[in-house]
Structures are given as structure tokens and as C-alpha cells.
């Protein structure tokens, strides 16, 4: 079920027709704290979620929904463009960010690409596994290293992921973009460099010369359990 989280009815209702003609179920509210009572019931595997909600801003929907839930994939959906509230959306666990306006046929191509990554996700890798001193956590996306937990967002997860599904291998930029972010996004080379930084300081004991998550030079990166 597709659960399409807009206070305008509108843009609610067209919304709900062009997903439900592709062969989803949808359900519509206008409501943050309804958004999360219905996400609650288990029964959510994507969320469209607006931002300029009545009752709570969608930044709190969507902490609150990753409280009890940390995998089910969530769209943010807004008119606001600025950098910085998307990097405050993707902080609180927001998988992908569109602007309005947009076109439906592309959040069609995002909602696709979320599920079909979250699919991915839940059938190869461990929701917990030790690199070094540290211990990764998927399912609460946090890094545990001497007893000190930082969180880590969605892409930072699934780059670990990813890593430690290939441990030892070197893995190139191009393949990491294309398996996380996927062909219909526009991330770069150096979206992925800036997510290693923040990983290697969270793993390595000195991030300037790691030893866990290597440069390859010519390739990409290679983690070292």
C-alpha cells in the first residue's frame, strides 16, 4: 500500500488516481499524526509524505515513522527547494526528495526505485555486522563504536550496506550511484566521496589515513572488515 501524505485536496486526489493506475493500492490523508497511526498498522510499504502538513511538519512525521519503522521508504514531497531542507529530510530519514512541481511520471520512476531498493535490501545482507571496532547497524541505522552510537541516514546506510556485501573487493562510484540512487536520479561521482567522509568518521579511528573503507585508486572504495 502506497500511503500519499497531502493536505491539498487536489493535488491529493490526482495523486492517488495516477498510483492506483499502476496497479498500487493507495490511501490518502491530509494529516501528519494520521499518516502515523496508518503507517502504525504495518500495513505502509511506501510513503509520499508533503512537508506543509495542518497539524506537524512532515519532518516530524517522518522521525516519528523511523522511531518504529526504520526501512519503510518515504518520498518527501514539497514545494520547498532549498539545500538545506532537503539535507534536513534526508537527517531524519527520508529516502528520496522531489520538488514541486514535478511530473508524475517521475515519482512514479522515485516510488519504483525506493521499493525496488528496499526489496534489495532485506534479502542479502545482515541487519548487524562489525567493521573493525565498530558495529554497523541497518535496521536502527546506527554506527556503534566503544559504546558511543551515531545515527547514520538512508544512503549512508545502504553504502555500508553495499560495501559489506562486496568486503574485500573493490567497488567503482559509477556502481554505487547506479545500485543506491539508481539510472533515474542525478547524483555525481563526488556524492558518493562526500558520504564516505562522513562513514570514515564514523568508523576509523583516524579518517585521514583509514583502514577500514580504502580509496582505490583509479576505481572506487574497498571496506576491510
Do not use: H
Given at each position: 500500500?502506497?500511503?500519499?501524505?497531502?493536505?491539498?485536496?487536489?493535488?491529493?486526489?490526482?495523486?492517488?488516481?495516477?498510483?492506483?493506475?499502476?496497479?498500487?493500492?493507495?490511501?490518502?490523508?491530509?494529516?501528519?499524526?494520521?499518516?502515523i497511526n496508518?503507517?502504525?498498522?504495518?500495513?505502509?510499504?511506501?510513503?509520499?509524505?508533503?512537508?506543509?502538513?495542518?497539524?506537524?511538519?512532515?519532518?516530524?512525521?517522518?522521525?516519528?515513522?523511523?522511531?518504529?519503522?526504520?526501512?519503510?521508504?518515504?518520498?518527501?514531497?514539497?514545494?520547498?527547494?532549498?539545500?538545506?531542507?532537503?539535507?534536513?529530510?534526508?537527517?531524519?530519514?527520508?529516502?528520496?526528495?522531489?520538488?514541486?512541481?514535478?511530473?508524475?511520471?517521475?515519482?512514479?520512476?522515485?516510488?519504483?526505485?525506493?521499493m525496488r531498493?528496499?526489496r534489495a535490501?532485506?534479502?542479502?545482507?545482515?541487519?548487524?555486522?562489525?567493521?573493525?571496532?565498530?558495529?554497523?547497524?541497518?535496521?536502527?541505522?546506527?554506527?556503534?563504536?566503544?559504546?558511543?552510537?551515531?545515527?547514520?541516514?538512508?544512503?549512508?546506510?545502504?553504502?555500508?550496506?553495499?560495501?559489506?556485501?562486496?568486503?574485500?573487493?573493490?567497488?567503482?562510484?559509477?556502481?554505487?550511484?547506479?545500485?543506491?540512487?539508481?539510472?533515474?536520479?542525478?547524483?555525481?561521482?563526488?556524492?558518493?566521496?562526500?558520504?564516505?567522509?562522513?562513514?570514515?568518521?564514523?568508523?576509523?579511528?583516524?579518517?585521514?589515513?583509514?583502514?577500514?573503507?580504502?580509496?582505490?585508486?583509479?576505481?572506487?572504495?574497498?571496506?576491510?572488515?
Amino acid at each position: 500500500m502506497i500511503l500519499v501524505v497531502e493536505d491539498e485536496p487536489d493535488m491529493a486526489a490526482g495523486l492517488q488516481d495516477a498510483i492506483s493506475l499502476e496497479g498500487y493500492k493507495v490511501v490518502a490523508t491530509g494529516l501528519g499524526k494520521e499518516a502515523i497511526n496508518i503507517t502504525k498498522s504495518g500495513r505502509v510499504n511506501c510513503m509520499i509524505l508533503d512537508l506543509m502538513l495542518p497539524d506537524c511538519d512532515g519532518f516530524k512525521v517522518c522521525q516519528e515513522v523511523r522511531a518504529f519503522d526504520p526501512n519503510i521508504p518515504i518520498i518527501m514531497l514539497t514545494a520547498r527547494g532549498q539545500e538545506v531542507d532537503k539535507l534536513r529530510g534526508f537527517k531524519v530519514g527520508a529516502d528520496d526528495y522531489i520538488t514541486k512541481p514535478f511530473s508524475v511520471a517521475e515519482l512514479l520512476v522515485r516510488i519504483e526505485a525506493v521499493m525496488r531498493r528496499s526489496r534489495a535490501a532485506g534479502e542479502k545482507t545482515p541487519d548487524t555486522f562489525k567493521i573493525g571496532e565498530s558495529i554497523v547497524n541497518l535496521k536502527l541505522q546506527t554506527i556503534t563504536t566503544k559504546g558511543k552510537v551515531q545515527p547514520i541516514g538512508y544512503y549512508e546506510a545502504e553504502i555500508m550496506r553495499l560495501l559489506y556485501e562486496k568486503a574485500n573487493q573493490p567497488i567503482s562510484r559509477e556502481e554505487i550511484l547506479d545500485r543506491i540512487w539508481g539510472i533515474e536520479a542525478n547524483p555525481t561521482n563526488r556524492t558518493v566521496d562526500n558520504f564516505i567522509v562522513k562513514l570514515r568518521k564514523k568508523v576509523e579511528k583516524d579518517p585521514a589515513s583509514p583502514r577500514r573503507i580504502l580509496t582505490v585508486y583509479g576505481q572506487g572504495y574497498k571496506l576491510v572488515l
